[in-house]
């Protein structure tokens, strides 16, 4: 808010009073760089962010126009969403209605990192063709669009070290970043009377169906009906903002844990991307990714067989709900890796062995897969980071913690992050 308020007009939508009732600012007053310094100072009866708007700042409707936009540019967007119902649905976002105070964070969050507000737009879009390939009703449609405006809205409150940073994050320092979820959903339900179904999709739109997501590890059931779509859609747009030939992957990466994500949304994403032209792939070794692929496997079952010790164990509820799950999305992940067919890859003769197209989707599989485990790392701790845990149980699961967190052989995909 500082930095906006060098390039526009910051104002009071209300009278601003600290906790004693001391009124230190009339509504309609504008605020300049050294106020918002001295209210930042003092304990206030409501957040700052609850009592100030942007003049021209970001609106609804420029980001849907932008989004439709955007269509017209990315020929992955065109593929899904250049249709009549998706293009109908963003044009009918353009007169959704989000309280001042969040057009100003968006507006604090769109000037702070450009690219990000662009991952925004290709989110809307996306989704935008979702509820208009499965004829969604128009409330549905509402929602979605609502929250994928407001989805990473978190972001803006996490240290941008831990968002910037190129390298690995820990599963420590990851969960500061896994908060921006549910630190958007405070956000929108502290600062506005939007409808809870909008603030259930911004918290779990990095949860995952089968409860390998986070911040909550949240089960489908436990789920709002349209997060599904929504953490489609951010996953997909990950690849498909950086500007690269994705259909592939972003298919791949759809699918290759068969319950992960929602079927129906992920479906209409993998059917639209099908249309495009294939790119060149570039020849590879196969013989590296098998190799990758194996090792994967081998801590895959060395992190299973830890699990299951510790489930033998005589060891708390909480540590054996979270080891009960992990054994669960261990086994899926092993199953999803046998089933792709890497690992039988050199009973293939020599020119399948080098073909290009399976060399580019064996690295595609490893890496996707070996980001799902470095996630499952992170949210393993999470779930045990706050909690009174046995020292001799928590020393074993942190085992399986350094086992699954390695850095894949890879760069992982952003479907994961």
């Known amino acids: 808010m500082l930095n906006l308020s060098e390039s526009h007009s910051i104002v009071a939508t209300e009278d601003i009073y600290d906790e004693h009732g001391m009124k230190l600012l009339a509504k309609g007053a504008e605020i300049s760089r050294e106020m918002q310094d001295r209210l930042l100072l003092r ?55 989000i309280p001042p105070p969040l057009l100003m964070l968006m507006t604090c969050a769109w000037h702070a990192d450009p690219e990000s507000y662009r991952r925004t737009q290709i989110v809307a879009a996306l ?51 896994a908060t921006h979820p549910h630190v958007g959903q405070l956000l929108i339900g502290n600062l506005t009377s939007l409808p809870k179904s909008v603030l259930a999709c911004v918290g779990q739109h990095h949860e995952r169906h089968d409860g390998s997501g986070y911040p909550a590890q949240l089960s489908r059931q436990e789920q709002h009906r349209l997060s599904g779509w929504l953490a489609v ?32 949304a ?48 005589d060891c708390s509820g909480v540590i054996r709900s979270v080891a009960g799950q992990a054994r669960h999305l261990l086994d899926s992940f092993a199953r999803s890796l046998r089933a792709t067919g890497i690992l039988d890859a050199e009973i293939l003769s020599g020119d399948d062995f080098a073909d290009p197209g399976l060399q580019e989707e064996m690295q595609q599989i ?46 992982p995909a952003g479907s994961g992050g």
Not at 145 to 171: V, W
Not at 272 to 291: I, M, R
Not at 373 to 391: F, K, Y
């Open 43 to 97: 304990k206030l009866r409501a957040p700052l962010e609850s009592s100030l708007a942007v003049h021209d700042g970001l609106t609804v409707g420029e980001m849907m126009q932008g989004a439709i936009d955007l269509i017209a540019e990315v020929p992955a967007l065109a593929s899904i969403a250049g249709g009549r119902a998706a293009r109908e649905i963003l044009r009918d976002a353009r007169g959704l209605h």
């Open 127 to 177: 989704c935008a063709g979702i509820a208009g390939e499965v004829n969604a009703p128009s409330g549905d449609a509402q929602v979605l669009l609502l929250a994928s405006a407001l989805h990473d809205l978190g972001e803006i409150y996490i240290n941008p070290e831990y968002l910037q940073r190129q390298g690995h994050l820990s599963p420590r320092e990851w969960k500061h970043v």
């Open 233 to 264: 859609a951010d996953a997909a747009a990950a690849l498909i903002s950086r500007g690269e030939s994705c259909s592939n992957r972003v298919s791949l990466a759809l699918r290759i844990v068969p319950e992960e994500f929602d079927r129906e």
């Open 266 to 313: 992920a479906d209409v994403l993998i059917r639209g991307l099908q249309t495009l032209p294939a790119k060149a792939p570039v020849a590879q070794s196969s013989a590296f990714h098998l190799e990758s692929a194996r090792r994967l496997l081998a801590r895959l079952e060395s992190a299973a067989e830890e699990i299951a010790q510790v489930l033998l164990d």
């Open 366 to 411: 490893v890496s996707e897969l070996g980001w799902r485990m470095r996630n499952l790392a992170r949210n393993l701790h999470l779930s045990v980071d706050n909690e009174r845990i046995e020292a001799a149980a928590l020393a074993r699961l942190q085992g399986v913690i350094d086992l699954l967190d390695c850095s894949p052989a890879t760069a």
